[in-house]
């Protein structure tokens, strides 16, 4: 038989009490739930992203660099300027497809851009490379980049 003390707690309950402090731990466990619940819902919904179009910002920076140049060579204003087209590209070679008669140039592939403007009937082609260097190449000197190739 049990003494009726143990670890001083008195044996003397009934099952009244006990089903009592059950009912009380399930209310306080709901309470905790429906506070961390409505703290959740306190804070703002999240938002689903919006996409926009992927705009290379390095295309961006040097169609911007080169519509500057553009307006100083040709005296026409920026905003009277037509972008023809702005595209990433691989050169044949370190001339940019723009060799230049009499240069040798480095015989590898180059990854870069080729820009052209419409200027007051003029049309400006710019050749790039990725690491900045820009050249404005002649329409009898200029070769195309490399097909399918694109960076």
């Known amino acids: 038989m049990l003494p009726a003390m143990a670890q001083g707690v ?3 309950f009934s099952l009244k009490r006990v ?6 731990a399930r209310a306080a466990c709901a309470l905790i ?4 619940l409505s703290a959740c819902a306190a804070e ?4 689903a992203p919006i996409y ?8 961006q920076s040097l169609v911007d660099k080169v519509l500057d140049d553009a307006a100083r060579r040709t005296g026409v204003a920026v905003e009277k300027l037509q972008v023809l ?3 990433s590209v691989t050169w044949p070679d370190g001339s940019l497809g723009c060799p230049q008669p009499g240069m040798m140039y480095t015989q590898a592939l180059v990854p870069g851009y080729r820009v052209r403007i419409q200027a007051a009937g003029q049309l400006l082609d710019y050749h790039a490379s990725s ?3 820009l050249v404005v190449c002649p329409a009898g000197r200029a070769t195309e980049p490399i097909r399918g ?3």
Request: charged share 15%.
């Open 10 to 12: 008195p044996l003397n």
């Open 19 to 24: 089903d009592f402090l059950r009912a009380a």
């Open 33 to 36: 739930a429906a506070a961390s």
């Open 44 to 47: 703002p919904p999240v938002q």
């Open 52 to 59: 926009t179009a992927v705009v290379n910002p390095s295309l």
């Open 85 to 87: 087209s702005a595209d």
């Open 131 to 133: 690491r900045g260097a």
């Open 149 to 151: 190739e694109a960076t």
